[in-house]
């Protein structure tokens, strides 16, 4: 019966230090990951940015390149970059799982399926338009331009004037 026990103790030790060295593998991957950021640049360097793991961005640079830009396109392209950042997040991620813990783990396929599920990849970039492709003309006016005034209620139906005629007996019956 001793020997079991002592089997038992063995068993529970090495139980022990498996769910340590686990822990710490977890504890590595985990500070790896906090530390990592992502940056992106626009395709003529006039906006710069840096997302963390976490998909939070941390750093947006708005270079005097964009000065000459409307706002509206500016904004649309500090969305597509964080977009684009926030979508290399899974990538990271599972880069740091087969470092630290390995990728065949459960936990890090479930954690890896979330980050994929919370930052999708972009979705692809439509080629720009010109607006008289397929004949089209636009003929829009500019954002930053005021709307139109709005039109008032029409005006109230007229009313005819009165006449003096003597058929006329003021509505009323002829016989009162």
């Known amino acids: 019966m001793p020997e079991d026990i002592a089997g038992s103790e063995q068993m529970l030790a090495n139980?022990?230090?498996t769910i340590q060295q686990r822990a710490a593998r977890y504890q590595e991957m985990a500070t790896r990951v906090q530390?990592?950021?992502?940056?992106e640049r626009s395709s003529d360097g006039?906006?710069?940015?840096?997302?963390?793991?976490?998909?939070?961005?941390?750093?947006?640079?708005?270079?005097?390149?964009?000065?000459?830009?409307?706002?509206?396109?500016?904004s649309g392209e500090i969305m597509k970059l964080l977009q684009r950042a926030q979508s290399r997040i899974p990538e990271l991620l599972q880069e740091a799982m087969a470092d630290t813990i390995g990728t065949q783990d459960e936990t890090a396929n479930v954690l890896f399926n979330e980050a994929k599920k919370n930052?999708?990849?972009?979705?692809?970039?439509?080629?720009?338009?010109?607006?008289?492709?397929?004949?089209?003309?636009?003929?829009?006016?500019?954002?930053?331009?005021?709307?139109?005034p709005r039109h008032s209620a029409p005006p109230p139906p007229r009313r005819r004037p009165p006449s003096d005629d003597d058929d006329d007996f003021g509505g009323q019956s002829v016989l009162s």
Do not use: H
């Open 119 to 148: 930052f999708p990849a972009p979705p692809a970039e439509e080629p720009s338009r010109s607006p008289y492709d397929n004949n089209e003309i636009n003929f829009r006016v500019e954002d930053d331009a005021p709307p139109p």
């Open 46 to 74: 006039s906006i710069e940015m840096t997302v963390g793991s976490n998909g939070i961005l941390q750093n947006l640079v708005i270079n005097e390149s964009a000065s000459g830009k409307r706002m509206s396109e500016i």
């Open 35 to 39: 530390g990592m950021t992502i940056s």
């Open 15 to 17: 139980w022990n230090q």
